[in-house]
């Protein structure tokens, strides 16, 4: 049974930087992209962004673009995501999951990991 588990969370000023980190473990994940996703309160899960297993693709949901960075370490099966310029809307419980490329896409994955809370105050 393969494992995710999210860390890094936490309270940050709007302007600052977290890093979230992903570490998978209980079986093999070559081959499956990476993603990140979000929830807020009230709203529904949505993707924030998403690498290939090679790390030769990223992809990112227009209102974090150009401030958050995914990346991932195939030999320690873990992926990060660099949030930088934080504001208050990027709130929410942040989740990592593997999948085919498309179905992350979709907000689907065949692994999700439990979420780590990110709370960006004004």
């Known amino acids: 049974q393969g494992q995710l588990v999210e860390s890094g969370g936490g309270l940050v000023q709007a302007g600052g930087s977290l890093r979230l980190s992903c570490a998978a473990s209980g079986r093999s994940f070559s081959g499956y992209a990476m993603g990140w996703f979000r929830q807020a309160p009230g709203k529904e899960r949505e993707f924030v962004a998403a690498i290939t297993w090679s790390a030769g693709n990223t992809y990112y949901t227009e209102s974090v673009k150009g401030r958050f960075t995914i990346s991932r370490n195939n030999a320690k099966n873990t992926v990060a995501l660099q949030m930088n310029s934080l504001k208050p809307e990027d709130t929410a419980v942040y989740y990592c999951?593997?999948?085919?490329?498309?179905?992350?896409?979709?907000?689907?994955?065949?692994?999700w990991g439990q979420g780590t809370q990110v709370t960006v105050s004004s």
């Open positions: 999951a593997a999948g085919s490329l498309r179905a992350l896409q979709l907000v689907m994955g065949d692994y």
